[in-house]
């Protein structure tokens, strides 16, 4: 696009309010946008002179920024263009005051590409073995557009309140890059505050990855009730050829469904081949009782699951294992209410587990605590007593009273 043919499309668009085809021309993405300024290098123009007698203040300030980031990621200084482009966004705050829902696609476009800027500048500065810190800079800065959102005083249908939970989500997004997590409280503290329209009003989109985040945060914490019912979300509403975010969420809602005994699928695990060997092996063994297998699969998973931070919920899920095992020990005692340690002590013994029967009790003690078997244990008698009345109470309506 030639630089003239620009500035008027740019006039045009601003002068009726129209953010969604203004972001058009201010998205470093844009081919539109790059063409324009390589027309203005050619041609030697001096956009910044063109911006201030065509552009309304301050567009005329923050376009001039938008070409000099241009500038910068031409010669591949990623640090000077966050440094110019942060210059876009710091002035796009200012005008906020003053403007209401029709800049939010502006706002969405530019406070996400000062994220990616962000990262990219930092990583520069890493290889060159200097100070970063760039990330955190626009996190503060995104953190003052979402402060400005979520405080407007202009009627609801018009409120930039509606960039809310997309804000959020960067957030979210920068504060886990950061490892300060923590810091998301403030966030939703602030939105539970905030007069906010109702949560299936937002977009779609803007509500799953909010979903997503809190569902980690809920799992990190180890509700993982709650997280499960954040992820489902997410899941169910994610795009349908989105694969690679689908399965960001299946890594963590799997591990939900395992800790409450809800074994995933075959066809599930089927569609998305990465997860399929890393938790098919946790389904089969708390369906068969096969604890080794259970502690072999954690074995030979243990790194990703540190990564993702899956590892203690999933070996808290264990004992479903041996819940299993016992049920069958169980049965095969002709269902009897008086089981000794020494027959659980065996039938550990045949899935390859080697305990003493101090490790038994254990065991079982921790099962009877959970809810899982309905009993107690007989310690001079060296036996297991079981309920008469559903020893092993459906594992559906051990969660749901939790809850």
Known sequence: MKFPTYLKKVEKHLSVHDGAKVCGYISLEEA?????????????????????????????????NLFSALAALESADHVEAYTQF??????????????????LPVVYITNRQLYHLSVKADQQLVEAGQKTGRLED???????????????????????KWGTYYLAGLLFAQYF????????????????????????????AHQ???????????????????????????????????????????????????????????????????LKPIYQPFALAIRTGDISLYDTALQLNEGYLLRKETYLALEQARVLAARTLLKKTYLVADRTTRLPFTHY???????????????????????????????????????????????????????????
């Open 345 to 403: 002590q065996a039938a550990l013994r045949t899935v390859g587990v080697e305990s003493d029967l101090a490790e038994v009790e254990c065991l079982l003690a921790g099962m009877i605590y959970k809810g899982l078997v309905k009993g107690y244990m007989a310690h001079e008698q060296g036996m297991l007593v079981l309920s008469k009345d559903n020893p092993f109470p459906s594992l559906k309506s051990i969660y749901r009273a939790k809850v």
């Open 138 to 160: 626009a996190t503060r800065t995104i953190n003052r557009t979402f402060s400005l959102c979520t405080t407007d005083r202009h009627p609801l249908h018009t409120s930039r």
């Open 32 to 64: 539109r946008v790059r063409s324009s300024y390589v027309d203005c290098r050619e041609t030697q123009t001096n956009y910044h002179l063109r911006f201030v007698r065509t552009m309304p203040k301050p567009w005329d300030e923050l376009l001039t």
């Open 177 to 204: 890059r950061l490892h300060t997590r923590h810091l998301c409280t403030n966030v939703l503290r602030s939105m539970k505050m905030a007069e906010l329209p109702a949560f299936s009003e937002f977009p779609l």
């Open 208 to 274: 799953v990855r909010f979903k997503y985040y809190t569902g980690l945060l809920d799992f990190y914490n180890g509700n993982y009730e709650a997280a499960e019912e954040s992820l489902q979300f997410a899941f169910e509403h994610c795009r349908y050829d989105s694969r690679a975010n689908k399965e960001r969420i299946l890594a963590y809602l799997i591990p939900t469904y395992l800790y409450r005994g809800v074994l995933p699928s075959a066809s599930l695990l089927g569609r998305y081949l990465r």
């Open 86 to 103: 942060h210059g876009v966004v710091s002035i796009l705050n200012r005008m906020l005051v003053s403007c209401d829902r029709w800049i």
